[in-house]
């Protein structure tokens, strides 16, 4: 298993930066891809990055250059700088870590983003 925890969140104004933690703890050699991902009330979770272990990026179609996505695979870490946000970025983030032999999601707790105008 895999246990992965979140933190960074807060609130911010809009174009102002935050910058997400998520670190693994565990069996986290079963881990190839790593990201984040959100959730508004009501919608479907929807990608914002994933990051491979060789450091191979993919951004939601959203994103547009705003956020950057990095990993420190010694320190088990991977982080989201956000940078421009909007306040239609407000939401909740989760950290991902997928096993490589399944594709199988892990997923964190979730962290509060809040962006006002």
């Known amino acids: 298993q895999v246990q992965l925890v979140e933190s960074g969140g807060g609130s911010v104004q809009a174009g102002g930066s935050l910058r997400l933690s998520c670190v693994a703890s565990?069996?986290?050699?079963?881990?190839?891809?790593m990201g984040w991902y959100r959730q508004a009330p009501g919608k479907q979770r929807e990608l914002v990055a994933t990051?491979?272990?060789?450091?191979?990026?993919n951004y939601g179609d959203f994103v547009r250059g705003r956020f950057t996505i990095s990993r420190d695979n010694a320190k088990r870490l991977v982080y989201l700088q956000m940078n421009n946000l909007m306040p239609e970025d407000t939401t909740v983030y989760y950290c991902t870590g997928v096993r490589a032999s399944n594709s199988y999601n892990f997923w964190g707790q979730g962290t509060q983003v809040t962006v006002s105008s």
């Open positions: 990051i491979t272990s060789g450091g191979t990026t």
């Open positions: 565990g069996s986290v050699w079963i881990i190839n891809v």
